[in-house]
């Protein structure tokens, strides 16, 4: 059974720094490109960043210089490190698992609040 778990969000000051950490069961991980997403109210879902097995990453635009996402292939997991965060980045940030032959998994997601 594939379980996509995330963890770490919470509330946050403007400026302020939150890992997310998301733990990926029951697949061989190192085959997967990962990434995280997030969804504000209101608004579509969107990519925030990604990370490919071989290791290379991209991010959105919105999150360059800020986000660093990595990962973990003996741990299983891939962490969104958020760094200067803004209230525009207040969202449900969901985890990511995609895969050959379309397989794709998501997390349940977990909020992530931007405010004074």
């Known amino acids: 059974q594939v379980q996509v778990v995330e963890s770490g969000g919470g509330l946050v000051q403007p400026g302020g720094s939150l890992r997310l950490s998301c733990a990926a069961t029951?697949?061989?991980?190192?085959?997967?490109?990962m990434g995280w997403y997030r969804q504000a109210p209101g608004k579509e879902r969107e990519l925030v960043a990604t990370?490919?097995?071989?290791?290379?990453?991209d991010y959105a635009d919105s999150v360059k210089g800020r986000f660093t996402i990595s990962r973990d292939n003996t741990k299983i997991t891939v962490d969104l490190q958020m760094n200067s965060l803004k209230p525009e980045d207040t969202a449900v940030y969901y985890c990511?698992?995609?895969?050959?032959?379309?397989?794709?998994?998501w997390g349940q997601g977990t909020q992530v609040t931007v405010s004074s």
């Open positions: 990370i490919r097995r071989g290791g290379s990453a």
């Open positions: 029951g697949i061989t991980f190192r085959y997967y490109d």
């Open positions: 990511n698992a995609h895969g050959a032959f379309g397989r794709e998994y």
